[in-house]
C-alpha cells in the first residue's frame, strides 16, 4: 500500500501571500490530520478531517483552514502569510473509525514551508 | 485535557547500551499511547502503540514500551542501541472520545556515540 504523500516537499513564500498544501492518505482511510512543527513550539494540532467534515479544530488562527474531497485527499490553506508561519507542516492519515478511541496515525513525509 | 511529558530534552548513548526514553501522561481515562521516531527533515514514523491489553508492547526495530498505569508512564525501551537509531522520539497520546484528537511531547533527541 502507498504511505502518505504531501506535495509540494518544499515551499518558498514571501509574508502577505497564500499557500495551499496537499495531502493524499492512505488508501481507505477517511481522516486526515495536519499538523504544524516547530524548534519553538513543537508538533501543534491544526485540525481534522473525517469524511469531508472537519471534526476537530486546535488552536490555530483564522488563516489556516484546510478541506477533504470526496476521495479523502485534504488540502490545508494559510492565508496572510506572517514568518512566524514558517514551519514543518505535517499530515497523518487514519481509518478514522475506533470506537471510543484514537486510530493510528501514520504520517506523511511533511511539507517545509519558509515564509521570507 | 489530554498532556505528554517527555522530561528527557536530549540523551546521549554509547552503541550497544541500552536505552529507556521517558514519558508521563496525563488523561483521565484510558489513554491510547503512541511512540513514533523522526529522522532529521522527515515525517514521523510510528514505532509502537498501546490500546489495552499485555502492558508491554512490542514494536518494530527492536524497541518496546511498558504501560505503568499507576505511574501514568510509557516509556520506551530497547537493549542494544545502533548507530542508525540517533534521530527525534515523540510519545503521544489520544483522547478516547473517537476522534482523532493526539496530543504529542516535546521530543527527546538520542544520540549514538560509537
Known amino acids: 500500500k502507498a504511505g502518505v504523500t504531501q506535495t509540494p516537499r518544499y515551499l518558498i513564500k514571501t509574508r502577505g501571500q497564500q499557500v495551499t498544501l496537499s495531502c493524499s492518505p492512505i488508501?481507505?482511510?477517511?481522516?486526515v490530520s495536519w499538523y504544524q512543527q516547530t524548534p519553538g513550539q513543537g508538533l501543534q494540532f491544526l485540525f481534522e478531517?473525517?469524511?469531508?467534515?472537519?471534526?476537530n479544530k486546535g488552536n490555530f488562527p483564522g488563516r489556516f483552514s484546510g478541506r477533504q474531497f470526496s476521495n479523502s485527499r485534504s488540502e490545508m490553506n494559510v492565508s496572510t502569510l506572517e514568518l512566524g508561519d514558517s514551519a514543518l507542516y505535517l499530515c497523518?492519515?487514519?481509518?478514522?473509525?475506533?470506537?471510543?478511541?484514537?486510530?493510528?496515525?501514520?504520517f506523511g513525509p511533511g511539507t517545509r514551508l519558509t515564509v521570507l | 485535557a489530554q498532556s505528554v511529558t517527555q522530561p528527557d530534552i536530549h540523551i546521549t548513548v554509547s552503541e550497544g547500551a541500552s536505552l529507556e526514553l521517558r514519558c508521563n501522561y496525563s488523561y483521565g481515562a484510558t489513554p491510547y499511547l503512541f511512540w513514533y521516531v523522526q529522522s532529521p527533515g522527515q515525517g514521523l514514523q510510528l514505532l509502537l502503540k498501546?490500546?489495552?491489553?499485555?502492558?508491554l508492547v512490542q514494536g518494530i526495530k527492536g524497541f518496546e514500551a511498558e504501560f505503568k498505569r499507576s505511574q501514568s508512564s510509557f516509556n520506551l525501551r530497547k537493549p542494544s542501541v545502533h548507530w542508525s537509531d540517533a534521530a527525534e522520539y515523540f510519545c503521544a497520546v489520544g483522547a478516547s472520545g473517537g476522534y482523532q484528537k493526539v496530543t504529542f511531547g516535546t521530543g527527546t533527541k538520542l544520540q549514538v556515540i560509537p
Open positions: 478531517y473525517f469524511s469531508e467534515t472537519q471534526r
Open positions: 498501546y490500546f489495552s491489553g499485555d502492558t
Open positions: 497523518a492519515s487514519s481509518l478514522g473509525v475506533q470506537r471510543g478511541g484514537t486510530d493510528t496515525q501514520y
Open positions: 488508501s481507505g482511510h477517511r481522516s
